[in-house]
């Protein structure tokens, strides 16, 4: 029973141990958040998809339609040109998916935290009850030293249990 207790009480640290960990990573995320937060609210109306569009209409059009030399060049500027907007956009789509993996992070810990939350839960009332057994075990074998006391769990074998005396009877019946 010993061994049992020892065993949970070492489980049930490292799961604390755990939380703790979450709780440090969440509020790692949450500064990694408030850091971003600035940046993408001065972005916020910055659109990058008809910029990413127009670069690939282009390179389209370059592709599959023939020109002058000299129009040629002229869209090669502009494909150039539009790929330094997307450029200095990537920024701002970068820090948008590093917010989407920040918040997933946090959500994620959070989700961990009420699951090691319930396992304690259940390992608690486990504790305590093996707490109460070893308590009175203890008790019992203290104070009947001397005596053959009864411990608790274990039956004399002159005696007969309630659950037996149903067992014999319901075969009797049977008969």
Known sequence: MEAKIKELEDKK??????????YGRIRY??????????????????QIEPVRRKLRSLEFKIST?????????????????????????????????KKRLVTQDILDCEKRIAEIEEELKVMRAE???????FKSLKGSSNKREGSRGLVFGEKPEDMVSMEDIVIIEDNRKKE
């Open 127 to 133: 504790l305590r009850e093996l707490y109460g057994k």
């Open 65 to 97: 339609q023939a020109y002058t030399s000299q129009l040629e060049k002229q869209m090669i500027k502009e494909v150039k040109k539009v790929e330094a907007e997307l450029g200095k956009m990537r920024l701002v789509e970068k820090a948008r998916r």
């Open 13 to 22: 640290s490292k799961l604390i141990a755990e939380i703790k960990k979450n």
């Open 29 to 46: 995320k949450k500064y990694e958040e408030k850091a971003l937060e600035p940046f993408l609210k001065e972005t916020e109306n910055i």
